[in-house]
Every structure is written in structure tokens, then in C-alpha cells.
């Protein structure tokens, strides 16, 4: 049973792996991979020592640090929907949060567009009833990380909050009800109860976002560029396809996405034995 799941993962995720070989090439598609020629580590070097490099770091840690900021929202959610107690209220607001993950990301930033429109959208009406002028939010490059960040907070914290309720429904009720009978407040079990329960999870969920702190994911970040912001939403991902797709530099693009990879994986090593040490949660 397990045979078409294992053909499927070798053939679309470990034997194109191969592939990887053309960072120290001078790939040449009409060579193929085999046939063309060695280049060591120059496109590494190439990358560590362009322009591109200081802007494309920044931009990508800047974008990850900021969501990893918003990693407690999903969590408060989830303790405040275990708080209610009438049961249709609480299914009602869990599947109203959780409902904008399923908008896609092109339609997600065509409303960010027209709702952050200095003059056309909601943000241009509401400065214009104050006689004020609306700033361009999707042409800021000071402000791009916020929009980004804070979108990515309204579509998706519902839907994170999920495993967090799954965890806490699994909280025998006889420790509430011990709590209760020691004359426990509510926010003394939260405290004392759900925050420990929720830990091992939250803590594997925290090594794995650290694990990915510089893969910011392509679509979004493309999507909302403009002309304006470049300098602020240039991130290593849309460098890579710009550079690959787009001229043709296949061996470059290859060593920067590998660059990535690797301090990835570095970083996922590092906090998971961290984690292992002071907190005994871990990924293995």
C-alpha cells in the first residue's frame, strides 16, 4: 500500500535532486547536465559578492523575522475559542476565521490593491471624509513588511489556530474541574493548564518556521511588487526566479537557491537542539 507513495516521493522529490549539480556548472541546455562543464564555486561567489546579496538578505529577514513575531496570534485564538462556552457562537466564529485561508493568493493581493487604493480604495475614502490625503501603501517600500505581514495574519491565523484547538481539546476536563475545586481562576488555568499543554506543540511548530526563515514564499511577494517598493520587497526567492526564469542563469539561480537551502537547514539543526536542551521538545 505504501509502494505508490514512496514511487511518487523518488521520482518528484529525491531523483530530481540531481539537479542540483548545475550550481557548479556552466549548465548549457543544448550540453544537458551531464555535458556541461565544471564551474566550481564561482556562481556562490558570484552571489556572496554582488549588489543583490546585502539587499536580498535583508529584504528576506526582515519579511521572516517580522511573521515570526506573529507567531503567538494563532495561539491566543485558539485559547480564546476554547473559552466559549456556548457551542454554536464557537463553531460559528472558528469557521468565520479560518474561512480567508482558502482565498488565493492572486485574489488576495487584487484586494489589498483595491482596498489600499490612495484613490480609489476603502483607505483613499476614509482620508478623503477627514479632508486628508491617502498615503500609497503598496508603493511604500517602508511599509511593505507591515501590508505583507499583517494580510498574511488576517488570512491565515485562523486556520494556524487549528492544531492549537486540537491540542487543547485533548486537556482531560477533570484537571479543570481539580483547578476549579482549588478555587482557580479562568486566566489561572490558562496559565497553569492549556499554556503547558500547548507547549510541545507550539515548540515543534516554532522550530520548523525557524527552519524556513529565509524561504519566503515566492507568489505573494511577487505579486505585490511594484516599481516603488522594489527595494524593499526584492527577496531571495523572486531574485532567484528573475535570475533563472527569467535570464536564463540557471547555474546562478541554482547556487542561490541552494545557498538557501543550506543555511535553512543549518538553522533548523541549530534550534532544534537548542530546543532539545532547554526546553526537551524536539523534531528527533
Known amino acids: 500500500m505504501l509502494l505508490p507513495a514512496v514511487i511518487l516521493l523518488l521520482l518528484f522529490a529525491y531523483i530530481p535532486m540531481y539537479g542540483i549539480v548545475i550550481a557548479f556548472k556552466e549548465y548549457s541546455p543544448a550540453l544537458g547536465i551531464g555535458g556541461s562543464p565544471w564551474a566550481g564555486l564561482k556562481y556562490f561567489e558570484k552571489f556572496f559578492n554582488s549588489y543583490q546579496f546585502d539587499t536580498t538578505i535583508k529584504n528576506t529577514l526582515i519579511l521572516s523575522l517580522y511573521s515570526l513575531a506573529t507567531f503567538p496570534i494563532p495561539i491566543m485564538l485558539a485559547l480564546m475559542i476554547n473559552q466559549m462556552r456556548e457551542n454554536r457562537f464557537k463553531r460559528f466564529f472558528q469557521t468565520v476565521t479560518y474561512m480567508p485561508h482558502f482565498i488565493s493568493t492572486v485574489v488576495m493581493v487584487g484586494l489589498l490593491l483595491i482596498l489600499l487604493s490612495p484613490s480609489t480604495g476603502l483607505i483613499g475614502h476614509i482620508y478623503r471624509l477627514f479632508g486628508a490625503e491617502a498615503p500609497n501603501l503598496m508603493g511604500s517600500p517602508g511599509l511593505f513588511s507591515s501590508v505583507y505581514v499583517w494580510s498574511d495574519?488576517?488570512?491565515?491565523?485562523?486556520?494556524?489556530?487549528?492544531?492549537?484547538?486540537?491540542?487543547?481539546?485533548?486537556?482531560?476536563?477533570?484537571?479543570?474541574?481539580?483547578?476549579?475545586?482549588?478555587?482557580?481562576?479562568?486566566?489561572?488555568?490558562?496559565?497553569?493548564?492549556?499554556?503547558?499543554?500547548?507547549?510541545?506543540?507550539?515548540?515543534?511548530?516554532?522550530?520548523l518556521r525557524v527552519g524556513s526563515l529565509l524561504g519566503v514564499g515566492f507568489e505573494k511577494v511577487y505579486l505585490m511588487q511594484n516599481n516603488l517598493n522594489i527595494s524593499s520587497s526584492e527577496v531571495i526567492s523572486t531574485y532567484v526566479y528573475k535570475i533563472g526564469m527569467l535570464s536564463s542563469q540557471y547555474s546562478f539561480s541554482s547556487?542561490?537557491?541552494?545557498?538557501?537551502?543550506?543555511?535553512?537547514?543549518?538553522?533548523?539543526?541549530?534550534?532544534?537542539?537548542?530546543?532539545?536542551?532547554?526546553?526537551k521538545n524536539s523534531l528527533w
Open 153 to 207: 495574519v488576517w488570512q491565515h491565523t485562523g486556520w494556524d489556530s487549528i492544531i492549537f484547538i486540537a491540542a487543547l481539546s485533548a486537556v482531560s476536563p477533570s484537571l479543570y474541574e481539580a483547578a476549579t475545586m482549588d478555587g482557580a481562576s479562568r486566566w489561572q488555568k490558562i496559565w497553569y493548564i492549556d499554556l503547558p499543554m500547548l507547549m510541545p506543540t507550539a515548540v515543534t511548530l516554532l522550530i
Open 255 to 279: 547556487a542561490i537557491n541552494l545557498a538557501n537551502t543550506i543555511i535553512n537547514f543549518i538553522l533548523l539543526i541549530m534550534v532544534n537542539e537548542i530546543s532539545k536542551k532547554y526546553s
